[in-house]
């Protein structure tokens, strides 16, 4: 757990202890911060100190050290944060800190009162970039672009979560020669294709032929490359076919974006900086740095990495140099203090390349732009995805499939469910976002359709499922009746251990997103959620909730419940996972 709770224990102790204890040792490595811990066995307290280290250290046996702890906290006992604690028991090479569950309860009902629950109310008067999703114009959106979509418009919210002024930017890839081999090919074979009927699927096919092709035939290639300059220099025909492309291209994205609540604030495509591409060259020239190498002008970047290309011998330009055109933009004209680029771990060398030529360029701010990279997807049963062609793997066949899966789950389960395709859509679709996000962004990630959509494993579903039976407690209780109880009670003394371990859970989630972001790991969350979901079914399961005597009681664990709902849901929704009402 890391909580306000911690923080503020940590910094008493680390008081005491610099006071005498660790005259003698180096402060840095014993950061009481680092030491304390949940206890293995929560009956003894909410954290606890071991002293195996500090032993070593201090020539002391652990039950010493643990004595003279006490004996500090003994005089301490009613100042600060000692005061809300009721019992401190040193056992076996830990020193176990017993909160008063009131101070916990305390913190627990400031804290969920401030909406959106873990937000920071303070804004922070900084302005955040972030550049996610942006696919390739004409290709469909792969896993891939899952990953830089998910993870960014994660990223995006926590950055929220956390004051930034926020612009999401959609870099699309709307520019290359890519599109003058397309608009050679669409002049070339338009007939033959129904761009009536499936438009985007139309393009595709153009581009996947194009590239056959010119296998045999690198002619096209040419045609290709000479197309493109045309449509660089603004030839009006070659013009209006790119127009076209792009439209076609995001409205099948666009689709795509509302199926997984994705949300942009700014479509700043390659294509964009064509007019800001000169300015910015001239401005690595300006610096000397712009050199010619067999024809080309390029940047050199330091002996461990190739150059940087920044005008092919052609003239035409190159993704690199939009990149640093972009940049620059959006740390000039959009005036970001961060400037995020969420993409595939296969880009490092790129973003590398781009960021060391800016400084170069002695643009200082170049120290601000950072490539959130990921790692790939490996897949476990191909077997059960169609892929087209042998080729990359569409996202949208991923999600399709995800979600008939579901399908088939409730039809077994729960086949008199109200909203069954709502409900698919939901869990579907958050199941798939879950399993990308639960995983350290760097890492790959498997894709197991048994692991993805396992109820009772660590998914998204069984975050959902908890949620929908936290709000099946409450509306049995009569969701009314619990706002007649006040505040009043979670002010009892005699709390269960799964009780005040639950509270601790929760009072963890502020904390949980002010690292995730800090780390850019919305990993963080997913596995928050998880202890959450967990902890509150230890306490589902094992204490009664509703149908017993003592109605106070009664109402106090349904506020519990709520409170986790509450919570659960907004992390999901930190995730852009949607929260289904019944499942
Ligand atoms: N369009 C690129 C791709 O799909 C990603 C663009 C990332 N952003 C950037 N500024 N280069 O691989």
Redesign the pocket.
Known sequence: MNSKIKIELSKELEIIFQMDLLKSVSQTEYQIFNLLEKPKDTSFGQMALPVFGLSKALKLSPNEIAKQVMSYLVFKKNEGMFSYIEEIIAISGFINFKYKSKYLTDELMTFISHEPIGFKPEKKNKKLVI??????VA?PMSV??LR?TVIGQALRNLAEAQGFEVIG?N???DWGVQFGKLAWAFQEWQTEYDFKKEPFKALFDMYVRFHDEAEKDPVLNEKGAETFIKLEKGDPEITKLWKMFVEISMKEYQRLWDRLGVKHDLVRG?SFYSDKLEDAIQRVEDKGILELSEGAYVVNVGEDMPPCLIKKSDGASL?AT??IA??IYRKEVLGSDLNL????V??TL??KQ?FKTLELMDLDWAKDCHHISFGMYRFKDLGKMSTRKGRAIFLEDVLNKSVELVKEIIAVKNPSLANKDLVAEQVGIGAVIFNDLVNDRVRDVDFDWNKILDFEGDSGPYIQYTSVRCLSVIEKFDGQKVSNYSAQNLQSISFEKEELDLICMLLGYENTLSLAFEKFKPSIVANFLLDLAKSYNSFYNKHRILGIDDENLSARRVLLTEHTQKILSAGLGVLNIQVPIKM
């Open positions: 550049d996610y999703s942006s696919p390739n290709k891939g672009h830089a930017l870099h699309l890839g390659e993704y939009r990149d972009s940049a680029y969420v993409v595939g296969d880009q790129h973003f781009v």
